[in-house]
Nanobody, 122 residues
Framework: VQLQASGGGLVRAGGSLRLSCAAS????????MGWFRQAPGKEREFVGA????????YYADSVKGRFTISRDDAKNTVYLQMNSLKSEDTAVYYC????????????????WGQGTLVTVSS
């Protein structure tokens, strides 16, 4: 199984960025997908998740209303649209997958991607 995150970069505060995570080696539509991030010197934290076959999403309070997760099962890809970015959003962003039997709010993920760096300048 491979999860390849991309789309990170440098953006000014208030700007937007869209991350993508392409999955291979698994039946993508049978997996709940999540996004996490880890800022320098901090522990990894949950950002949000989307249920298998789409529809239901769940977000951390820190990003609710600014970030949106979506998925395209035909492309085996999950997206993280980030708007109104703040300097505190600077982190390496990781995508992760867990099978559909694990609840959307469970943090028990089966597979992890390599991460993509997002830097927000103030």
């Amino acid at each position: 199984v491979q999860l390849q995150a991309s789309g990170g970069g440098l953006v000014r505060a208030g700007g937007s960025l869209r991350l993508s995570c392409a999955a291979s080696g698994l039946t993508f539509s049978n997996y709940n997908m999540g996004w996490f991030r880890q800022a320098p010197g901090k522990e990894r934290e949950f950002v949000g998740a989307i249920r298998w076959r789409g529809g239901t999403t769940y977000y951390a309070d820190s990003v609710k209303g600014r970030f949106t997760i979506s998925r395209d099962d035909a492309k085996n890809t999950v997206y993280l649209q980030m708007n109104s970015l703040k300097s505190e959003d600077t982190a390496v962003y990781y995508c992760a997958a867990k099978d559909l039997y694990k609840g959307l709010r469970s943090f028990e993920y089966d597979y992890w991607g390599q991460g993509t760096l997002v830097t927000v300048s103030s």
